[in-house]
Nanobody
Framework: QVQLVESGGGLVQAGGSLRLSCAAA????????VGWYRQAPGKQRDLVATSTRGGTTDYADSVKGRFTISRDNAKNTVYLQMNSLKPEDTAVYYC?????????????WGQGTQVTVSS
């Protein structure tokens, strides 16, 4: 089991920015597809952004042009830069890493970090 630890959440006004970080103990990110998901109260957990091992990124339509996912494999850290934040971005944000090794498939989640955007 690999622990993923998110940080960087908080309270911000609409139009503001935050950068979330997700750190892993070990070099798991270099062999993984990584992603950020979010879950608002009473709603399902939704995909926000993903980044494959090859560097291909994908975003939910609601965040395209505002959010950017990036990774620093040397630091074992994945980031989510969030700009032009809106109240509807308020949610708990989770980091995810999945892939496979000779031991089998894996799918790891962080504990989540709260992002609150005030209007």
């Amino acid at each position: 089991q690999v622990q993923l630890v998110e940080s960087g959440g908080g309270l911000v006004q609409a139009g503001g920015s935050l950068r979330l970080s997700c750190a892993a103990a070990g070099s798991i990110f270099s062999i993984s597809t990584v992603g950020w998901y979010r879950q608002a109260p009473g709603k399902q957990r939704d995909l926000v952004a993903t980044s494959t091992r090859g560097g291909t990124t994908d975003y939910a339509d609601s965040v395209k042009g505002r959010f950017t996912i990036s990774r620093d494999n040397a630091k074992n850290t994945v980031y989510l830069q969030m700009n032009s934040l809106k109240p509807e971005d308020t949610a708990v944000y989770y980091c995810n890493a999945y892939g496979s090794t000779f031991r089998g498939k894996y799918n790891y989640w962080g504990q989540g970090t709260q992002v609150t955007v005030s209007s």
